[in-house]
Nanobody, 122 residues
Framework: QVQLVESGGGLVQPGGSLRLSCAASGSTSEDYAIGWFRQAPGKGREGVSCITRRDNTYYADSVKGRFTISRDNAKNTVYLQMNSLKPEDTAVYYC????????????????WGQGTQVTVSS
């Protein structure tokens, strides 16, 4: 069983930056991908970004050029650097894990973190 813990959310003004962290522990395989998803009030959960162990990455069109995903395999931690934040980025952000490859489908991921709130507002 894999445990994921997100951190780094908060309140930020439009145009500001935040860095989210996702720390994995427990029975992780050697080769896993971490995805970031978000869920705004009244909306479904959408894929934001994803990274494999070999640093293959995926970004949703809405965040390309503003968000950067990275990972520190020694620390079993994945980061999501979010720059030029917009009010529409406001959501609960979740990380999730699956073996090998990235996916944008929530049902492809087995373990999820508890989520961290990101609010972009002036």
């Amino acid at each position: 069983q894999v445990q994921l813990v997100e951190s780094g959310g908060g309140l930020v003004q439009p145009g500001g930056s935040l860095r989210l962290s996702c720390a994995a522990s427990g029975s992780t395989s050697e080769d896993y991908a971490i995805g970031w998803f978000r869920q705004a009030p009244g909306k479904g959960r959408e894929g934001v970004s994803c990274i494999t162990r070999r640093d293959n990455t995926y970004y949703a069109d809405s965040v390309k050029g503003r968000f950067t995903i990275s990972r520190d395999n020694a620390k079993n931690t994945v980061y999501l650097q979010m720059n030029s934040l917009k009010p529409e980025d406001t959501a609960v952000y979740y990380c999730a894990v699956r073996n090998y490859y990235c996916s944008t489908r929530t049902h492809d991921f087995g373990s999820w973190g508890q989520g961290t709130q990101v609010t972009v507002s002036s």
